[in-house]
């Protein structure tokens, strides 16, 4: 399956941004979808999982609350939606896939990679 992310930008401190992850290539339903980030200088570090038919939702501690990961497997694509940002939000985003299900948050465990999509969050 071929992941392509979007919808990063700038934006202030407290504001929102939805990003998408685009899929093509395979029966998008079959995988279980997730999102990465890479700060500057740091790992790439788990933001949240979400089941092949959107029941299951999984999230790192530091985002529950202000992202939220949603899926339209009609359309192909994998949402996250981000409120309430920080500047340490700051990052590279991008989507993932692996098949069958969640297997967990390290990214070994993941099969498909897209590009990142920057998100800038300024103070």
């Known amino acids: 399956v071929q992941l392509q992310a979007s919808g990063g930008g700038l934006v202030q401190a407290g504001g929102s941004l939805r990003l998408s992850c685009a899929a093509s290539?395979?029966?998008?339903?079959?995988?279980?979808m997730g999102w990465f980030r890479q700060a500057p200088g740091k790992v790439r570090e788990f933001v949240a999982a979400l089941g092949r038919s959107g029941g299951s939702t999984y999230y790192a501690d530091s985002m529950k609350g202000r992202f939220t990961i949603s899926r339209d497997n009609a359309k192909n694509t994998a949402f996250l939606q981000m409120n309430s940002l920080k500047p340490e939000d700051t990052a590279v985003h991008s989507c993932?896939?692996?098949?069958?299900?969640?297997?967990?948050?390290?990214?070994?465990?993941?099969?498909?990679w897209g590009q990142g999509t920057l998100v800038t969050v300024s103070s």
């Open positions: 993932a896939a692996q098949t069958p299900g969640y297997s967990g948050s390290r990214e070994n465990g993941w099969d498909y």
């Open positions: 290539g395979r029966t998008f339903s079959d995988y279980t």
